[in-house]
């Protein structure tokens, strides 16, 4: 059989809640996956081994384009490929962001501050932590805190509360200023929890999933999506659909399959002889993903003793500024050296090594992503323009000698040595050198295909695209600006609320 109410494409953070929502409603549903099954996958399931998908069968192996921002570096852009989708390789940290950060999708998109998103948020997780009105209990994605006992996770808590921030008890409530234990899509008995284990694999009886299958065009009816073209088993397959398609296949490939689909920059479509069918200019544009230091690194005094958990623990969250209205930095320890390859070749990482990575969540910078062929395959041009706002930079640099501070205070005595990288204290120039070498990506690439009320946002407020009926997109292409969090969260959020607005459009 070929014919479903829905096709919906990628199983990962956006597309497993809007394929089961749909399914749960009645609806007939096919997803449409690129790559493998990820269930009973050991490294999977390991959350200590998440950093070793990045590279190989489970991941896309996208990178960025270099500029001399980064030091002409090349960086990786990992998107994981595999049911569940980035949630099935990603470092497990669930984090919900603040209000404000919804406030703002809602100024151009109405409907999406955070009163309209909290039940969505809600609706996603399990959380198995200290109740909390604001969590959610019955959700599919289990939440958990972390094993705290580990001498990094102490001593990242009373450093931060050192340094005057104060001790959060949960970074998912109203206001995550401060240190905190992180939340981790880990389920209680210590695996990974991927989006396609708690929304698709309890109802895989009654859904159609075809694995190793790749989307390539979405075909029309007048105005209206009523098939999807695949590449499965070596050979072209058409799917039809009786009520519409959901692109879920992330930042980087649902725009891709929009303008292989006519839906694009007339430019864009133009370079690559594509035909036309709905004037996009916004499709690829305001790409943004959160710059991350990777990462300071400190000699410890004594061995860090046997990883716990995905290998981190705890957020630091706090302003670069105090006149900031809102936190824009984010640091999370890592329990074992950490960094780029330019920090490899700079710095001395051997022995007794601990490492906090930056995060700046405030960023500014916006990119793009476009074809460089039309071949489902061919390279995409991935250009994020890390550090072009000079905010973003001015941020990071005041981070990391806020953390080169930390690790100096009495909480930090019973593990720290000496810095390692940078390996002295720096200051000024030294520490914009050290942020352009160790400049990487968050993993967080968002906004490819922004909805909006106006109207050249490619993807209207309630998700359809605009000038077709029956195609939407549910995943972090959407994202108009990108959130100060983590992006798995807000994914499984906008997926939940995807089916929502579907259901009824129908
Ligand atoms: C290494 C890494 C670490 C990260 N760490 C964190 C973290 O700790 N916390 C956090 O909140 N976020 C993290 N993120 C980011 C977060 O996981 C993503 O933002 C989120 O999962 C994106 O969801 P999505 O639905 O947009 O895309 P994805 O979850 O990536 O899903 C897209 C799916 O579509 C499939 N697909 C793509 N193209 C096609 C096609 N043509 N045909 C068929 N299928 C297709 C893909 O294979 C994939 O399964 C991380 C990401 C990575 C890669």
Sequence with gaps: MSTYDYI???????GAPVARRLLDAGADVVVVEAGRSTFGVPDIEDPASWFGLQSGAWDWGHQYQPTPRVLDRDISIPRGKGLGGSSATNAMMWYRGVPADYDRWDATAPGWGWDDCLPAFQACETWHGAASPTRGATGPMHITPPDPNHPLTQAMLDGGRDMGLPVNADPNGPEPLGVALANFNIAPDGKRWTSAQGYLEPVMDRLTVLTQTTATEVLFTGDRATGLRVFRNGTEQILTARKGVVLSAGALETPRILMLSGIGPEAELARHRLKCRVLAQGVGDNLQDHPLVRALNFRANRPLGPMKGNGG??????KSDDALAQADLLAFPVQGR??????????????????????VMRSFSKGYVRLTGTAPDAPLEVQPNLLADPRDLKALMSGVEFLQDMVATQGFAPLFKDYAAPDTKVSGKDTETFVRRACSTFFHCVGTARMGADDDAP?????????????????????PEIPACHTHAPVTMIGERAAQFILETI
């Design 459 to 479: 993807v209207t407020p309630r998700l359809a695209v605009r000038g077709t009926t029956g195609l939407w997109v549910a995943d972090a292409s959407v994202i």
């Design 313 to 318: 623990g705890t957020l630091t969250i706090w």
């Design 338 to 359: 950490s960094g780029v390859p330019a920090l490899w070749d700079a710095y001395d990482l051997d022995g007794d090594v601990f490492a906090i990575g930056l995060g």
């Design 8 to 14: 919906v494409v990628g199983s990962g953070s956006g």
